[in-house]
DNA sequence: ACCCTGATTGGATGAATGTCAAATTATGTT
DNA sequence: AACATAATTTGACATTCATCCAATCAGGGT
């Protein structure tokens, strides 16, 4: 599946969501549900155009909602029943290769990044929260996690990204990116994470 | 509940549906799965201004699909879960009294028999099948059901409608309203009717 | 008090949608 | 063949919607 596969996948989902985003065709679909329905009949019970009436099947027959049998001139309507019985959920989830095909998901990560991280080197410490969150866990990518390191060490590794290195020990140990114990540091490892 | 209500209640439904049809909203509830997020990181992700994504959280959160909490000045949007584990079939049917109050069901059946029946009896004996049912189902209810009949106590009801009573005998069996034995016609009772 | 940042609101504009009337197509009946 | 019935299509119109820009609002920091 290439790109624009996965994206009319997308679309093909949103057009069943708004094959049901009608209170008309909401009640079809009701109707339909209690016995197939032909066109008149749904346009003298809903007192609507009998092309009005046409255009709705028409949105819930491509939504795949409605199947349709013809029989002598008129156009039966049935309801597809196992659609119905799917959760919202199972419609909406994107594997996640759909999802990364769609979106950048770390467009903001990258940009916030990149406007403080110059040649290597921190332009400055972010005051905002989320975003000192990001740089720093950049920043920790250069400890190996489980391994102890004398606060002299730490100094020393913080010391390339930007001159307050108390600042961004407080920030790693704030924001849960290493921990300390009586002078001794280090990063927790993936499992301990959360 | 009156009538007002319920179709407030209709509209709330389909709304709900309307939130989730389009391929962006779809993305940012896939990306508020994987975790919150606050505005300004979708409009970076997903490429778009600001304020077309504000539209679009504003849809999901009316809809009930998000929830926010402000954090300093960041609006970090949640996803609702148990909205989504519903299925569809659940969120679109209405309860009886609520299809009622939106629909004349038998509008369409009133119709034909308004149109075919004059003063109680046929004009005219309808030449399709679904309207010659329900004349036909109208006619029956003159027949007690499990009840014997003779032919000519058959005919004598009958008449009361239109001269062709073999006609209307013909199409009472084909409609399987009535049943034919040796001569002997009864109306199946409601629970061998189906 | 004054800036900064993110979010929302109020137009503005083009696109999509809902509705109906009229014309057309498909099927059946006389 | 001519007619009748139901469905669909087409065209017109009004409504709603998606998107962006500009202005405003709300929190926080200097």
Sequence with gaps: MNK???????????????????????LIVNLAHIKPRHGEE??????????TISHHLSLLTDAGLLSLKKDQYYHTYSL???????????IIRLPQAELMANVEEDAYRNKVLKSFLKRGRLVQIPRQFKKEQIVLEKIVEEFEPGREYLEREVNRILLEFHEDVAALRRGLIEHHLMKRDKGIYWRPTEAQDH
Tied chains: 1, 2.
């Design 4 to 26: 624009t596969e996965l994206q009319a996948n997308l679309e093909a989902r949103a057009q069943l969501f708004k094959a049901l985003g009608h209170p008309v065709r909401l």
């Design 42 to 51: 749904l346009a003298t019970i809903l007192n609507l155009n009998p092309a």
């Design 80 to 90: 597809i029943g196992d659609v119905l019985n799917k959760t919202l959920d199972e």
